[in-house]
């Protein structure tokens, strides 16, 4: 298992707009030491769709050098196209990394056995896989029959599951052999109640060590506990994705300090004031300000 709460890692933007490695080296750090288990570099989160090849693999080997051994690293190499995804995943192995996550392809839409072969292309290359079933942003979802005949192919090991859908989840968290992770904020409950390892995450770069004791009360069997503490957080899942990811999740970053600048590359864009100020209201009452 990779861990329990892997954080999808935010990418630190210069005033160029290049990466700035150092201040993703002071971030990985300080969500190691902080409730994460395992880092998702150059995944939506972060940023990948703008990103180059080598700014990617960049990630991946720092990431893989600051914490590798003390945490898993999981590289971001899914697209929409097979060729490149391969490509991009025989660097992250080169790099050193743990895992890939690899994400429905998008926008061609493609059916079913081009799903497969995608996957089988990628798999080859010999690193576990974790599949992303994000039909929000793919336009796909990956029903659970065909995520299970997924699970068959060498090397899928897991599967991120952003789709809610009750029915969905509980169906995929009975595949054989394959690990489910929550792949919103939200779910960490609900698939730590089905048996899941854990979360891909957005707000752990915040709360990582206040999701990692949901997940275990709730494997302890304290379900009271479990719910008690999810609660506590709802506010802040919400809070984070009043607008487009990572927009909020950097703006909150930049007001804690832990990272210089909420820089983002176009088409994204920097929170607006209205958004700053709801986001400054749910993290006053989450008391994550004050740790500034």
Known sequence: MLGTILTAMVTPF????RVDEAAAT?????LVEHGSDGLVMA???GEASTLTDDEKVALYRLAVREVGGRASVVAGTGSNDTAHSVHLTRLAAEAGVDAVLVVTPYYNRPPRAGIIGHVTAIAEVGLPVVLYNIPGRSGINMEPDLIAELAFIDNVTSLKQANPDPDELAA???????????????????VARLGGAGVISVASHLVGEQMAAVVEAERKGDHDEARRR???LAA?????F?????????????????IPSDRLRLPLVEAT??????????LERQGILSRA
Do not use: C, W
């Open 242 to 258: 009043v607008t487009t990811s990572p927009i909020l999740i950097k703006a909150a970053l930049e007001m804690i300090g832990l």
């Open 236 to 240: 802040l899942y919400e809070g984070l």
């Open 43 to 45: 995944g939506t989160t």
């Open 172 to 190: 995929v968290a009975g595949i054989p052999d394959l690990t489910l992770y929550a792949g919103n904020d939200d779910m960490t409950l609900a």
């Open 26 to 30: 002071t971030l990985a750090h300080h």
């Open 230 to 232: 999810d609660g506590e």
């Open 14 to 17: 210069d005033p160029d707009l």
């Open 273 to 282: 004031p209205v958004q700053r100020d709801i986001l400054r209201s749910v």
